[in-house]
């Protein structure tokens, strides 16, 4: 979901007495929009409480807002996540990067998954 969609969300439940807590990736653009309360997670963007398949990180992610929610003094309030991504912190350039050498293979796994999703669609498609 979109971090400015979501910060401009936050701020009209605010306004209207209900509190609210992000966790999200874009910390130039929640803080940017005034965001009441920010746990922000430096992590790829759709990873917002941690790495998938790991409950506990994304559990302990989870109670760090609550804590927030309950222990904010003052709008505009961000906390940073404790954790990382990857312990190499050279992991963003390589993020979702695409070698040549790799285009074709990746073209053709996208074609297959989108033939896929599409004859799924088909094939449960109410008569």
């Not at 990067?97 to 088909?122: C, F, I, N, T």
Request: charged share 25%; aromatic share 6%.
């Amino acid at each position: 979901m979109c971090h400015q969609t979501v910060s401009l969300v936050a701020r009209h439940l605010e306004a209207n007495g209900i509190p609210t807590v992000m966790i999200g990736s874009a910390l130039d653009i929640v803080e940017h929009c005034g965001t009441p309360r920010f746990v922000f997670s430096d992590f790829p963007l759709g990873n917002p409480c941690g790495h998938p398949w790991n409950p506990d990180m994304q559990t302990r992610t989870v109670e760090i807002a609550l804590r927030l929610l309950q222990s904010a003094t003052a709008p505009r309030t961000t906390v940073r996540s404790p954790f990382a991504w990857k312990p190499d912190p050279g992991w963003r350039e390589r993020y979702n990067r695409v070698r040549p050498e790799d285009r074709e293979r990746l073209l053709a796994l996208g074609d297959s998954r989108r033939a896929a999703q599409g004859l799924a669609r088909r094939t449960s498609a109410p008569a």
